[in-house]
């Protein structure tokens, strides 16, 4: 089945424990992002990656790094988390940077303490 | 900059009631339009986008530039139409990045 999937689905963890959220989507798509959802914010894009080795900064990168070194994975890293990072993530994919579909994930609940 | 206003975070109507989700944007050039919808307990998924001119599950949207508006209606809502609804703009110099409003839960009641 063609999918975008993300682990941990949900995750509890203390300030300051780096932390990766993996993203893998099986559809070859060039184009992969990732976005926080928060209440009455909408869902704003952190990071964004055209293809491989090529990543750009989204909305609001601040205190997030992504990695692109193969096609399928796209993995969010929290170096140092604080409260303010609880947020529900979604990855999303689409074909290449001028389609105009993205392919989201189910999403992780994420609670820094 | 481009910004997509969503006003209404709830939406509650009765089945088969008329619904408009109202979606306004703000961008200085020609932008692409679209509605993504996110049923309880599933992804976020696409639901119609705005050069298509398609009418997906009955649901409609057309862009007015003049008030620079793309409000979701459907003449009869039904029960399974409750869900999430976000509006998005993404601008003239590709999809590189889409923009999505705040988002309105629309609920139908039975």
Redesign the interface.
């Known amino acids: 089945e063609a999918q975008?999937t993300q682990n941990p689905r949900y995750l509890i963890t203390v300030t300051g424990k780096k932390l990766t959220v993996t993203c893998s989507q099986n559809m070859n798509h060039e184009?992969m992002?990732w976005?926080r959802q928060d209440p009455?914010?909408?869902?704003?894009?952190i990071y964004?990656s055209?293809n491989v080795e090529v990543t750009d900064k989204?909305?609001v990168p601040e205190g997030y790094k992504v990695s692109r070194k193969e096609k399928r994975n796209f993995p969010l890293i929290l170096e140092s988390p604080s409260p303010n990072q609880t947020s529900l993530y979604?990855c999303?994919s689409?074909t290449h940077?001028?389609?105009?579909?993205?392919?989201?994930?189910?999403?992780t609940r994420l609670t820094v303490t | 900059a481009q910004r997509v206003t969503q006003p209404e975070k709830l939406l509650s109507v009765f089945k088969g009631a008329p619904v408009e989700l109202k979606c306004n944007y703000s961008y200085s050039g020609s932008p692409e339009l679209f509605w993504y919808v996110q049923y309880s307990r599933q992804r976020l998924q696409l639901l119609l986008r705005h050069i298509s001119r398609e009418s997906i599950k009955g649901f409609t949207a057309d862009l007015n530039k003049g008030e620079t508006s793309f409000h979701l209606k459907k003449p009869f809502a039904q029960e399974e139409d409750s869900a999430m609804y976000y509006c998005a703009l993404s601008g003239n110099t590709g999809f590189q990045k889409l923009v999505f409003g705040t988002g309105t839960r629309l609920l139908v009641s039975p």
């Open positions: 975008v184009y992002s976005y009455g914010l909408g869902l704003r894009q964004y055209m989204g909305d979604f999303a689409k940077r001028e389609s105009y579909e993205q392919y989201f994930g189910p999403g």
